[in-house]
């Protein structure tokens, strides 16, 4: 059984840190892309970031590009995010997919994120 | 990348048919036959309904369906039932590892 356990989230202040992880289970980790999406408070979904398989190439959606980081140990089976100057609007649910070319068949829990001082 | 156009909002009576819309680009929706479609019920996390277009995960009903013609692709749910309730949201690969949502679509069942 395919399981994505994502953690890390929490509250933080205007211009702080947190890192995200998502350890995974029940299928070939190194296999597959990974991405982050979130979900603002009443809002739609969004792509954050993905990862490919082997870790050798990643993408950032424009909000986030230049504060966060995408990484994956294989060693581990975990995936993570290293979210740096956060901002009031990243503000979210973060869920971690197992992500195909056609659509992420597998999602995490999700780890809620809030931005405050 | 812009997000996908979505209609804010459907609806439909039980045992109808509804379909909802997803407009894109050549560079997304119409240059990929990677499209998928999620449902999310309140509080919970998204489930994958279609992926690559018209393909249903195991479990998924076959009242839920997906086509795409052009730059559009659309989700169709026949005989609706009151579970169906839910946000609906597509999703578009557009290249180099990079996914694009669109904004999300309410069902309401009358």
């Known amino acids: 059984e395919v399981q994505l356990l994502d953690s890390g989230g929490g509250l933080v202040q205007p211009g702080g840190s947190l890192r995200l992880s998502c350890v995974a289970s029940?299928?070939?980790?190194?296999?597959?892309?990974m991405s982050w999406v979130r979900q603002a408070p009443g809002k739609g979904l969004e792509c954050v970031s993905s990862?490919?398989?082997?870790?050798?190439?990643?993408s950032y959606a424009d909000s986030v590009k230049g504060r966060f980081t995408i990484s994956r140990d294989n060693s581990k089976n975990t995936l993570y995010l290293q979210m740096n100057s956060l901002r009031a609007e990243d503000a979210a649910v973060y869920y971690c997919?197992?992500?195909?070319?056609?659509?992420?068949?597998?999602w995490g829990q999700g780890t809620l994120v809030t931005v405050s001082s | 990348q812009s997000a996908l156009t979505q209609p804010r909002s459907v609806s439909g009576s039980p045992g109808q048919s509804v379909t909802i819309s997803c407009t894109g680009t050549s560079r997304d929706v119409g240059g990929y036959n990677y499209v998928s479609w999620y449902q999310q019920h309140p509080g919970k996390a998204p489930k994958l309904l279609i992926y690559?277009?018209?393909r249903r995960p195991s479990g998924v009903p076959d009242r839920f369906s997906g086509s795409k013609s052009g730059n559009t692709a659309s989700l169709t749910i026949s005989g609706l039932q009151a579970d169906d309730e839910a946000d609906y949201y597509c999703c578009s690969y557009v290249g180099s590892y990079t996914w694009v949502f669109g904004g999300g679509t309410k069902l309401t069942a009358l």
């Open positions: 997919v197992k992500t195909l070319y056609g659509g992420g068949d597998y």
């Open positions: 690559d277009v018209n």
């Open positions: 990862i490919s398989g082997n870790a050798g190439t990643t």
């Open positions: 029940g299928f070939t980790f190194s296999t597959y892309a």
